[in-house]
Structure formats: structure tokens, C-alpha cells
């Protein structure tokens, strides 16, 4: 389902699945702020930043049910399926 956000440029008339790269830097002081915080609450700054996203998105108007993927690759015990 798509989300009715504002966005910078119309989407496409066909999905691409193309993704985009944006590089950015934290200044060391927020860094430690951030993972202070993270540290507090018993996430990972990882984790800590994608609430971040979800908090913005539901913000912007995307609801209180975000649905956010990471890709990742070799997460193949299944002990680990619980994991976050």
C-alpha cells in the first residue's frame, strides 16, 4: 500500500525498485548523545535511528504502522529469528 507522503519529485507511472543514496554525517557530540540514549533504553543507535524514521514518517502523515525493511544477508540460524 502507498503511503500519501510529501515528496521532492513525482513518483514514476512504473515502479523501478531503483533506491537512492543519500551519505550524511553525525557530528561526534550527537553521535554520543545518540548512542547514550540508545545505550539507556537498550537498543543500538541502529535501532535508535530507524524510530527516528518512524517517528518522521508518522509525523509527515504515514499513520502509526510503519512497515521498515533493513536488507541484510547471512541470518540464517534461526535463533536469531526473534531477535529485534
Do not use: K, W
Not at 537512492?20 to 543507535?45: C, I, K, W, Y
Amino acid at each position: 500500500q502507498e503511503l500519501a507522503l510529501p515528496t521532492d519529485r513525482p513518483r514514476p507511472a512504473q515502479p523501478t525498485h531503483a533506491g537512492g543514496l543519500v551519505r550524511f554525517e553525525l557530528p561526534a557530540g550527537l553521535h554520543g548523545r545518540l548512542a547514550s540514549l540508545a545505550r539507556d533504553h537498550g537498543a543500538t543507535v541502529f535501532m535508535a535511528l530507524q524510530a527516528t524514521v518512524a517517528t518522521l514518517l508518522t509525523r509527515l502523515g504515514a499513520g502509526t504502522d510503519i512497515p521498515l525493511g533493513t536488507p541484510t544477508a547471512g541470518r540464517t540460524d534461526q535463533a536469531l529469528d526473534d531477535l529485534v
